[in-house]
């Protein structure tokens, strides 16, 4: 069923609403009071077209939840769970009145998740590139200027090593044997640990032998349970075959990769995961997906961020880039400064200024300088939002993750200039009353 319509709430005798309670002069109710929530249950109330069933959630409730989620790095249950100890996150949400119980499931965020999809995550962050300009965070001309780079979002697995893989890879197994009602002649689950063990004592002892003997024996004792199940694939009903189909051809490409093979697995329960190498003294190796993140070039605002699956070279994301900085901005950008991973990138209408390139212009050279300054929003985003481990699954989780990741920054963004601008205000208003009171102690001298 669609949303439940919005219904006036009147004052109440014995409850006092929100807005007589909280500083209005808050950013984040400044910021409450600029987003387009309009804009949003329109567009997300177009995700429930059926009439049966209970009504769905508000549209500003579950927007507001994303938006605050990914702005203070919090989980599905710490934003709800926050959500109720905290007014000005009631009041964001579009709450009246002080609510006492949790307001959904935390799981209802992870189904709203795939009902927005990719179209509905960039809507958020459109119009959080719309809030900026209202706000005057940004200016508009600043979106002509915009600086384009690549990062790794990793994904929420554990470090990829051969023995863990193929323990992973027999238990899966074994679990699925048992679930279904096949008789395996050996399930290995007192041998195989221990060998998983053993492997990693050798190598952390550096013997070298004996890590790939006792790396042979667990891979012939997953080999023998993943043929065993072959033989015995006909008993499966018919609804399972897919789903023992798809866990046979992932343990079949962890027992048949080589270290030097492209495409390998490093997860089963993310196939998608890929190596990708930044070139980080600390961590040479990410495994995750390669982000692209477009900003502008002074205030540092995420006006484009797109997933990349595949590992594509830099130069060849360009184009994506920029055209989701046009659609989300309304205006399709003039200049892009990249670094040299982008050599040999051409858009036909749009300059590109690499680092390290030649030019006889002072403004260009400043613009090449200013390149590096995406860096820090990337860490902030790593740091201070959750774009440094994504928990979402499959290359859809990925898609949403980088987008509200992007949101996420913009609303930090936004609040730390209403902070300042604020504080501003208030520093100046104490020094006219300051000079009003040495004003009026020089006209009026108080005599003792």
Same mark, same amino acid.
């Given at each position: 069923?669609? !949303?439940?319509?919005?219904?006036?709430?009147?004052?109440? +005798?014995?409850?006092?609403?929100?807005?007589?309670?909280?500083?209005?002069?808050? !950013?984040?109710?400044?910021?409450?009071? %600029?987003?387009?929530?309009?804009?949003?249950?329109?567009?997300?109330?177009?995700? @429930?077209?059926?009439?049966?069933?209970?009504?769905?959630?508000? !549209?500003?409730?579950?927007?507001?939840?994303?938006?605050?989620?990914?702005?203070?790095?919090?989980?599905?249950?710490?934003?709800?769970? %926050?959500?109720?100890?905290?007014?000005?996150?009631?009041?964001?949400?579009?709450?009246?009145?002080?609510?006492?119980?949790?307001?959904?499931?935390?799981?209802?965020?992870?189904?709203?998740?795939?009902?927005?999809?990719?179209?509905?995550?960039?809507?958020?962050?459109?119009?959080?590139?719309?809030?900026?300009?209202?706000?005057?965070?940004?200016?508009?001309?600043?979106?002509? $200027?915009?600086?384009?780079?690549?990062?790794?979002?990793?994904?929420?697995?554990?470090? !990829?090593?051969?023995?863990?893989?193929?323990?992973?890879?027999?238990?899966?197994?074994?679990? @699925?044997?048992?679930?279904?009602?096949?008789?395996?002649?050996? #399930?290995? #689950?007192?041998?195989?640990?221990?060998?998983?063990?053993?492997?990693?004592?050798?190598?952390?002892?550096?013997?070298?032998?004996?890590?790939?003997?006792?790396?042979?024996?667990?891979?012939?004792?997953?080999?023998?349970?993943?043929?065993?199940?072959?033989?015995? @694939?006909?008993?499966?009903?018919?609804?399972?075959?897919?789903?023992? @189909?798809?866990?046979?051809?992932?343990?079949?490409?962890?027992?048949?990769?080589?270290?030097?093979?492209?495409?390998?697995?490093?997860?089963?329960?993310?196939?998608?995961?890929?190596? &990708?190498?930044?070139?980080?003294?600390?961590?040479?190796?990410?495994?995750?997906?390669?982000?692209?993140?477009?900003?502008?070039?002074?205030?540092?605002?995420?006006?484009?961020?797109?997933?990349?699956?595949?590992?594509?070279?830099?130069?060849?994301?360009?184009?994506?880039?920029?055209?989701?900085?046009?659609?989300?901005?309304? $205006?399709?950008?003039?200049?892009?400064?990249?670094?040299?991973?982008?050599?040999?990138?051409?858009?036909?209408? &749009?300059?590109?200024?690499?680092?390290?390139?030649?030019?006889?212009?002072?403004?260009?050279?400043?613009? &090449?300088?200013?390149?590096?300054?995406?860096?820090?929003?990337?860490?902030?985003?790593?740091?201070?939002?959750?774009?440094?481990? #994504?928990?979402?699954?499959?290359?859809?989780?990925?898609?949403?993750?980088?987008?509200?990741?992007?949101?996420?920054?913009?609303?930090?963004?936004?609040?730390?200039?209403?902070?300042?601008?604020?504080?501003?205000?208030?520093?100046?208003?104490?020094?006219?009353?300051?000079?009003? +009171?040495?004003?009026?102690?020089?006209?009026?001298?108080?005599?003792?």
């Amino acid at each position: 069923m669609g !949303p439940k319509a919005a219904q006036v709430q009147t004052d109440d +005798l014995f409850l006092m609403r929100l807005d007589g309670q909280l500083k209005m002069s808050h !950013p984040l109710i400044k910021l409450a009071n %600029t987003l387009d929530w309009p804009a949003i249950e329109k567009e997300f109330s177009g995700y @429930f077209v059926t009439t049966r069933g209970r009504p769905a959630l508000p !549209p500003r409730l579950v927007a507001g939840l994303l938006y605050l989620q990914h702005a203070f790095s919090a989980s599905d249950e710490m934003v709800v769970n %926050t959500w109720l100890e905290n007014p000005y996150w009631q009041y964001f949400t579009g709450e009246t009145y002080l609510q006492t119980e949790l307001p959904i499931d935390p799981s209802s965020l992870t189904r709203w998740r795939k009902r927005l999809g990719e179209a509905g995550v960039e809507l958020l962050l459109s119009l959080t590139i719309n809030a900026a300009k209202q706000l005057t965070v940004v200016k508009e001309r600043s979106l002509d $200027r915009v600086i384009v780079d690549t990062t790794v979002m990793p994904k929420a697995i554990a470090h !990829p090593t051969d023995n863990a893989l193929l323990e992973a890879a027999r238990q899966h197994m074994v679990a @699925f044997a048992k679930e279904h009602g096949l008789a395996l002649r050996q #399930n290995y #689950n007192k041998e195989a640990p221990r060998l998983a063990i053993q492997v990693g004592r050798y190598a952390h002892a550096r013997q070298y032998n004996r890590m790939h003997g006792a790396l042979r024996k667990l891979k012939s004792r997953v080999g023998r349970i993943h043929r065993e199940i072959i033989r015995q @694939f006909e008993l499966l009903p018919p609804e399972s075959e897919q789903s023992g @189909f798809a866990l046979l051809q992932k343990v079949e490409r962890i027992l048949t990769q080589k270290p030097k093979d492209k495409n390998k697995l490093y997860s089963l329960h993310a196939p998608e995961a890929e190596c &990708i190498s930044k070139g980080k003294a600390k961590n040479p190796y990410e495994f995750g997906v390669k982000v692209s993140i477009a900003t502008t070039l002074n205030e540092g605002l995420v006006v484009g961020m797109r997933s990349m699956p595949g590992n594509p070279y830099d130069g060849h994301t360009l184009h994506e880039a920029l055209e989701q900085a046009s659609i989300l901005t309304n $205006r399709r950008p003039k200049i892009a400064i990249v670094d040299k991973g982008y050599k040999g990138a051409m858009i036909e209408g &749009i300059q590109i200024l690499r680092s390290g390139q030649r030019t006889q212009s002072k403004t260009l050279k400043k613009m &090449i300088k200013r390149r590096s300054s995406i860096e820090p929003a990337i860490g902030h985003m790593k740091m201070d939002g959750r774009l440094a481990r #994504n928990p979402l699954k499959g290359a859809i989780g990925d898609a949403l993750h980088a987008v509200l990741c992007g949101a996420g920054h913009n609303l930090r963004l936004i609040l730390g200039k209403l902070r300042l601008f604020c504080s501003l205000f208030l520093s100046l208003l104490f020094r006219n009353i300051l000079a009003t +009171l040495k004003q009026n102690q020089l006209m009026h001298p108080v005599v003792f």
